[in-house]
């Protein structure tokens, strides 16, 4: 059994930055792959950013403004959205598996003001 537990969604205006967090209750380094995930209203989840044996992979629609990164230490994985859009607003997730299991967090919302 894996928890992960986001933080660091709130409301801010285009332009601005925001940092999530995910911390899991299992050793990170033991997740692959693991990432951020996130649903508009009304669309379904997409693939925002992610790591896979270590490397990054990222949406087109993020490419160059968000980074994706863990503290290994601290089990945590980070997303580090700059340049905020109003389109980037949702509810961001934070997806891990572990044994072939997939698992989710419960979600932090994202609203980006134009």
């Known amino acids: 059994q894996v928890q992960l537990v986001e933080s660091g969604g709130g409301l801010v205006q285009a332009g601005e930055s925001l940092r999530l967090s995910c911390v899991t209750s299992?050793?990170?380094?033991?997740?692959?792959?693991i990432g951020w995930y996130r649903q508009a209203p009304g669309l379904q989840r997409e693939l925002v950013a992610s790591l896979t044996d270590g490397r990054t992979g990222y949406a087109d629609s993020v490419k160059g403004r968000f980074t994706i990164s863990r503290a290994i230490a601290k089990d945590t994985l980070y997303l580090q959205m700059n340049s905020l859009k109003p389109e980037d607003t949702a509810v961001y997730y934070c997806g891990a598996r572990m044994s072939g299991i997939d698992y989710w967090g419960q979600g932090t919302e994202v609203t980006v003001s134009s």
């Open positions: 299992r050793s990170i380094l033991g997740l692959n792959p």
